[in-house]
C-alpha cells in the first residue's frame, strides 16, 4: 500500500485555476474550518471571553483571507503552472503545507489579538501550528487524493468517448474536409518570419513565450519553426481550419489525431507521424475539442 502511495503521489495533480472559483474554493474552505470549531469545539477556546461562534468565525475568516492571499501570490507572483504534466499530487501537498503554515500564522496572531498580545511566544506558535496541522492537513490530503482519481476516471471516460478523424475521416468525409485541408495558412507578423504552409501539412502549435513553435510535415519529415507572434493571434490565422485550441500553450490539428488517452490534468493527443510528444487537452477545452470532432464538416 505504501509503495501505491508513492505511485500516486507521483501521478499528475488536476490544475489548480485561479480568478472565482479560486475565491469560492477559499470561502467553501473558511466555512469548513468554522463549522468545525464551533460544532467540535477541539480547543479550549473559551479563556478570550468571545461566544464560541465568533471565535469559530473568525478563524474562518482568517482561514479565507490567507487562502485567496496565498493562491494569488502562487499564480500571480510566482507563476506557478499547474497546468503541465509535472505538476504532480506531491507538489500539490508541498503547496497546501505551505498554505497551512501561512493560516497558522494567521491564527497565531489572530489568537493573540483576542488575549490582548500575551502569548506572543515560540510555544504558543508551536501548539498553533500543530492545531491548525491537525484540522486542515487530513481532510485536505484526503480532500486531493479523491479528487485527483475523480479528474482521472472522469478523464480518461472521456478520451473513450471521443473519435478520432483516424477511424472516421475516410471515403466522402475525407472529401468533405479537403477544402479545409488544402488551405493555405500565413503565419509571421515580420516579413522575415512569414511562413506559408498548408493546413493539412501542420500538426500542432506550441507558445513559447513570445515565440510560436509549429509543427509540420515537410518533404514527408517532421519539422518545426520558430515564428514571433502569440498563439492568440496564431489561432486567430487558423480560424476556419481544423486546427483549434485544446490548451493553454496549444493548437492541435484535429484531421491528425490518432489516439485519445486521459489522465488527472485532462486529455493526451497522439498524433500521426509525430512520435516524440503528446499534445495536451486541458479539462477546459475537452468538451470543445468534443463538439468540434463531432460536427459535421
Not at 41 to 48: A, E, G, K, T
Not at 203 to 214: G, H, K, L, P, T
Request: aromatic share 10%; net charge neutral; charged share 15%.
Amino acid at each position: 500500500m505504501a509503495f501505491s502511495l508513492l505511485e500516486q503521489l507521483k501521478q499528475p495533480f488536476p490544475e489548480q485555476r485561479g480568478g472565482r472559483k479560486s475565491v469560492v474554493d477559499s470561502a467553501a474552505t473558511g466555512l469548513f474550518v468554522a463549522a468545525f470549531l464551533y460544532f467540535l469545539q477541539p480547543f479550549d477556546m473559551s479563556r478570550s471571553g468571545i461566544p464560541p461562534l465568533w471565535h469559530s468565525l473568525a478563524y474562518g475568516v482568517v482561514t479565507f483571507v490567507v487562502n485567496v492571499s496565498y493562491n494569488w501570490f502562487c499564480n500571480k507572483v510566482l507563476n506557478l503552472q499547474t497546468d503541465i504534466e509535472s505538476w504532480t499530487l506531491w507538489k500539490w501537498v508541498v503547496r497546501v503545507t505551505g498554505l497551512i503554515v501561512c493560516i497558522a500564522i494567521g491564527n497565531f496572531l489572530y489568537f493573540n489579538y483576542s488575549y490582548d498580545w500575551n502569548d506572543l511566544n515560540l510555544g504558543t506558535f508551536s501548539r498553533t501550528l500543530s492545531n491548525t496541522f491537525l484540522v486542515g492537513i487530513f481532510p485536505t490530503i484526503a480532500f486531493g487524493l479523491i479528487m485527483q482519481l475523480r479528474a482521472a476516471q472522469s478523464n480518461v471516460q472521456s478520451a473513450s468517448e471521443i473519435v478520432t478523424p483516424a477511424t472516421t475521416h475516410t471515403g466522402n468525409i475525407a472529401e468533405q474536409q479537403s477544402d479545409a485541408k488544402r488551405a493555405i495558412l500565413s503565419f509571421g507578423e515580420m516579413p522575415s518570419d512569414k511562413l506559408d504552409l498548408e493546413a493539412d501539412a501542420i500538426r500542432y502549435i506550441e507558445a513559447m513565450q513570445n515565440y510560436v513553435s509549429i509543427c509540420h510535415i515537410a518533404d514527408g519529415k517532421l519539422n518545426r519553426h520558430l515564428i514571433r507572434q502569440t498563439l492568440s493571434s496564431t489561432e486567430q490565422q487558423c480560424l476556419n481550419s481544423t486546427i483549434v485550441r485544446c490548451h493553454r500553450s496549444f493548437l492541435v490539428n484535429t484531421m491528425h489525431i490518432h489516439s485519445v488517452s486521459g489522465n488527472a490534468q485532462g486529455l493526451k493527443l497522439k498524433l500521426h507521424k509525430v512520435d516524440d510528444t503528446e499534445v495536451p487537452v486541458s479539462r477546459s477545452y475537452i468538451s470543445k475539442l468534443k463538439q468540434f470532432l463531432d460536427s459535421p464538416a
